[in-house]
C-alpha cells in the first residue's frame, strides 16, 4: 500500500509539470500573486482540498447521474471566466466582495495574511484542476474501494500536485511583486484576467485540447506525460489490480455451463450467495425508476446480464434475453440487465437509454458507471450472466455468447424448484449468429489495447501515418493525420484505415464532434461497398457518423478475406473494431 501511495503522489507531481496544468496557471499565479503572504499557501490547501473532494468524490456523482466527462470541464469554464471578469472589472470585483465579505475576500487585500480568502479562491481553482486527474485515480475510482485506501491515495496524488503547484505560485508572486513595485500592478491585474477569459474561451472550443495535441506532436512523451510510464508499469497496474480484488466467485465464473437437457430439471451447484446492486446510479424501466434490491426479488428467479451498448457480442445476446423475459416472466422469471460501460460515452444515460429503447428491451436495466456491482460479482467480461435462485444463491454462470438452450434449461430448472411444476412449452429462441473461428480478433484504435496494427501502430499523440504499401491478413493500419488517446483516435487531415480481415460481419464503434453528421466513405477490395456487401449503416458506400455507437461496416453472405477501407473526415473519433 505504502509504494502505491509513493507512486500517487510522484504522478500528482508528474501532472502538476504537464502541459494538462496550463490552464490553471493564470488564475494560479493572478490570485497567489495579491493578498496577504500566507495567501499562496491558502489557495494551494484549497486547491487540494477541492480537488481531492471532486475526483474522489464528485467524480463519481458525475459519471454516476450519466452526465458524462464533460460536465467538469464546464465548470473550468465557469471558474476561469468569473475570475477573469473580477480581475478585468475593478466595479464587479467590488460587487463580488459585498456580499462575500463575511467570508473572505475573493479580490486583493492589504491586511492580513490572507490565509481565508486563499482557501476560497484555491477551492474554486480545484474545479479547474480536477480534469487534470491522470489515469492512476481514474482506474483507483473504478476499483471502487469504498475504504480509506482511495481517499489516502487520493490525498497522496493529490498532495504530489500541491507541492509543484505551491512552487509555481511562490514563484509567479515573486515575479509579480517585482512588477508591482515598479507601479505596473494594475495592468497587470487586468492582463492576468485577460488571459483567463481567454483561457476559458479556449476550453469552450477545445483550443485547449488542440494546444496539448500540438504539443504532443513536437515534444517526447516524457514531457507531455511525465508519469505515462509510471502509470502503466507493470508495478502498478498489479497493485491496482489487487485493490479491486479477487473474482468474487473464483474459476466457477468462467467455467462452461453444465451441459443439460432442455424441458428436464438439472441439478445446478451453489457457488455461493449472490451479491446485491450496490453503486448504481440510474435505473431503468423500473417503476418511477426505483431500484431494485435481490431482498426485493427474493423468491423469483433472477438472471443478471453485464453488457454495454457497443458491445457487438452483447448485443447479439439481446434477442436470446427478450425471448426469454417474455416467456418466464409471469413465471417468476426476472432479468437485470447491469450496463458498465467500456468507454467513457458510455456513461451518459441518454445515450444508455436510446440504446435500451432502440433494442426495445423492457426489463429492467441498473447503469454501473463506476463498476461498483461489476466489482461486487467479480466479474471481468462483457457479456456475462449469473442465473440467481428463489433463495439468492448463484447456480450457473455463462461468459459470453451461445449456449441459449442450456441458459434456459437452468432458468426452467430453478423454477421447478422454487414450485412453478407448470412451465409450458420451451421459448422460442432466435437463431443467433455465433462468431465464426477463423474471424479477425476484435482490436481497438486506442494506443492503450491497439494490437494486429501494421507499424508505426497507434501511439499516444499527434501525428501524421504514410500509406501503408500492402496490409498483411488480419492487420490494420492508419493513413493521414490522428490525434491518438489510450481509448480512441480522432481523424484529421486525410485520415483513413486500411485492414485486411477475414469476417462476415464489420462493425466500428465511432463518435462524431458534437454530434454533428459527418460522412465516412467505406471501401472494400478497393471499391466503394456495394449494397448486397454493405452493412446495414451504409448507403452508396457511405455512412453519416453522429452520436456514439457501434456501426455496421461490411454484412457478408459468409465469412471471406477481403480489403477494408475507410476514409474518415476530420472529427470523427474511432474507438473498436468488433467482427462477426
Given at each position: 500500500m505504502l509504494l502505491l501511495i509513493a507512486f500517487a503522489a510522484l504522478a500528482g507531481a508528474g501532472t502538476a509539470l504537464s502541459p494538462c496544468v496550463l490552464p490553471v496557471l493564470p488564475a494560479l499565479l493572478s490570485a497567489g500573486a495579491s493578498g496577504g503572504r500566507r495567501r499562496p499557501l491558502g489557495i494551494i490547501a484549497g486547491l487540494t482540498a477541492t480537488f481531492t473532494i471532486t475526483v474522489v468524490g464528485l467524480a463519481e456523482v458525475v459519471h454516476g447521474v450519466g452526465l458524462g466527462d464533460g460536465t467538469l470541464r464546464v465548470l473550468a469554464v465557469v471558474v476561469l471566466a468569473g475570475f477573469g471578469l473580477v480581475l478585468l472589472v475593478p466595479a464587479l470585483a467590488a460587487r463580488v466582495e459585498a456580499p462575500l465579505s463575511r467570508l473572505a475576500r475573493l479580490g486583493p487585500r492589504s491586511r492580513g495574511d490572507g490565509l481565508r480568502s486563499g482557501l476560497l479562491v484555491g477551492a474554486a481553482l480545484g474545479f479547474v484542476y480536477a480534469p487534470c486527474a491522470g489515469p492512476?485515480?481514474?482506474?483507483?475510482?473504478?476499483?471502487?474501494?469504498?475504504?480509506?485506501?482511495?481517499?489516502?491515495?487520493?490525498?497522496?496524488?493529490?498532495?504530489?500536485?500541491?507541492?509543484?503547484?505551491?512552487?509555481?505560485?511562490?514563484?509567479?508572486?515573486?515575479?509579480?511583486?517585482?512588477?508591482?513595485?515598479?507601479?505596473?500592478?494594475?495592468?497587470?491585474?487586468?492582463?492576468?484576467?485577460?488571459?483567463?477569459?481567454?483561457?476559458?474561451?479556449?476550453?469552450?472550443t477545445n483550443a485547449d485540447v488542440r494546444f496539448q495535441t500540438a504539443l504532443a506532436t513536437h515534444f517526447p512523451s516524457v514531457v507531455v506525460n511525465p508519469t505515462g510510464s509510471l502509470e502503466?508499469?507493470?508495478?502498478?497496474?498489479?497493485?491496482?489490480?489487487?485493490?479491486?480484488?479477487?473474482?468474487?466467485?473464483?474459476?466457477?465464473?468462467?467455467?462452461?455451463?453444465?451441459?443439460?437437457?432442455?424441458?428436464?430439471?438439472?441439478?445446478?451447484?451453489?457457488?455461493?450467495?449472490?451479491?446485491?446492486?450496490?453503486?448504481?446510479?440510474?435505473?431503468?424501466?423500473?417503476?418511477?425508476?426505483?431500484?431494485?434490491?435481490?431482498?426485493?426479488?427474493?423468491?423469483?428467479?433472477?438472471?443478471?446480464?453485464?453488457?454495454?451498448?457497443?458491445?457487438?457480442?452483447?448485443?447479439?445476446?439481446?434477442?436470446?434475453l427478450k425471448a426469454l423475459d417474455a416467456r418466464y416472466r409471469g413465471q417468476g422469471l426476472t432479468i437485470v440487465g447491469v450496463h458498465t460501460p467500456e468507454f467513457a460515452f458510455e456513461r451518459d444515460a441518454g445515450n444508455v437509454a436510446d440504446a435500451i429503447a432502440q433494442n426495445g428491451l423492457r426489463y429492467p436495466v441498473a447503469q454501473d458507471n463506476a463498476y461498483k456491482t461489476w466489482d461486487a460479482w467479480g466479474n471481468s467480461s462483457w457479456p456475462a450472466s449469473y442465473l440467481i435462485d428463489a433463495r439468492g444463491h448463484v447456480r450457473y454462470t455463462?461468459?459470453?455468447?451461445?449456449?441459449?438452450?442450456?441458459?434456459?434449461?437452468?432458468?426452467?430448472?430453478?423454477?421447478?424448484?422454487?414450485?412453478?411444476?407448470?412451465?409450458?412449452?420451451?421459448?422460442?429462441?432466435?437463431?443467433?449468429?455465433?462468431?465464426?473461428?477463423?474471424?479477425?480478433?476484435?482490436?481497438?484504435?486506442?494506443?492503450?489495447?491497439?494490437?494486429?496494427?501494421?507499424?508505426?501502430?497507434?501511439?499516444?499523440?499527434?501525428?501524421?501515418?504514410?500509406?501503408?504499401?500492402?496490409?498483411?491478413?488480419?492487420?490494420?493500419?492508419?493513413?493521414?493525420?490522428?490525434?491518438?488517446?489510450?481509448?480512441?483516435?480522432?481523424?484529421?487531415?486525410?485520415?483513413?484505415?486500411?485492414?485486411?480481415?477475414?469476417?462476415?460481419?464489420?462493425?466500428?464503434?465511432?463518435?462524431?464532434?458534437?454530434?454533428?453528421?459527418?460522412?465516412?466513405r467505406v471501401l472494400l477490395d478497393g471499391r466503394p461497398v456495394t449494397a448486397p456487401a454493405a452493412g446495414a449503416d451504409v448507403r452508396d458506400g457511405r455512412l453519416t457518423v453522429r452520436r456514439q455507437r457501434l456501426y455496421s461496416l461490411v454484412d457478408l453472405p459468409a465469412t471471406s478475406q477481403h480489403r477494408l477501407g475507410l476514409r474518415l473526415p476530420p472529427g470523427v473519433s474511432a474507438f473498436a473494431f468488433p467482427f462477426g
Open positions: 492512476i485515480l481514474a482506474a483507483v475510482i473504478s476499483v471502487g474501494a469504498a475504504s480509506g485506501r482511495t481517499v489516502a491515495v487520493g490525498l497522496a496524488y493529490a498532495a504530489g500536485s500541491a507541492v509543484v503547484l505551491l512552487g509555481f505560485t511562490l514563484g509567479g508572486r515573486a515575479v509579480i511583486d517585482r512588477l508591482r513595485a515598479a507601479g505596473r500592478g494594475p495592468a497587470v491585474q487586468r492582463a492576468l484576467g485577460l488571459v483567463m477569459l481567454l483561457t476559458a474561451l479556449a476550453v469552450v502503466r508499469s507493470a508495478t502498478v497496474q498489479r497493485r491496482l489490480a489487487a485493490l479491486r480484488g479477487a473474482e468474487r466467485f473464483g474459476a466457477a465464473a468462467h467455467a462452461a455451463p453444465r451441459r443439460t437437457t432442455p424441458h428436464t430439471a438439472a441439478r445446478l451447484p451453489t457457488l455461493g450467495d449472490a451479491p446485491d446492486f450496490t453503486g448504481n446510479q440510474r435505473w431503468f424501466n423500473t417503476p418511477r425508476g426505483a431500484p431494485l434490491t435481490l431482498a426485493g426479488l427474493r423468491g423469483r428467479v433472477v438472471l443478471i446480464d453485464f453488457w454495454t451498448y457497443t458491445c457487438i457480442n452483447c448485443l447479439r445476446t439481446l434477442p436470446e455463462h461468459v459470453g455468447e451461445g449456449d441459449a438452450e442450456q441458459t434456459e434449461a437452468a432458468i426452467r430448472a430453478l423454477l421447478q424448484e422454487k414450485g412453478d411444476a407448470r412451465l409450458g412449452a420451451a421459448a422460442r429462441l432466435p437463431a443467433g449468429a455465433l462468431p465464426d473461428s477463423r474471424d479477425t480478433r476484435e482490436t481497438y484504435v486506442g494506443s492503450s489495447r491497439a494490437e494486429g496494427w501494421v507499424a508505426p501502430r497507434p501511439s499516444p499523440r499527434t501525428t501524421s501515418y504514410p500509406p501503408a504499401g500492402g496490409v498483411p491478413h488480419d492487420s490494420f493500419a492508419l493513413r493521414g493525420q490522428w490525434a491518438v488517446t489510450p481509448e480512441s483516435a480522432k481523424a484529421g487531415a486525410g485520415a483513413g484505415i486500411d485492414a485486411n480481415v477475414m469476417a462476415r460481419h464489420v462493425y466500428l464503434v465511432m463518435s462524431s464532434d458534437g454530434d454533428q453528421p459527418r460522412t465516412v
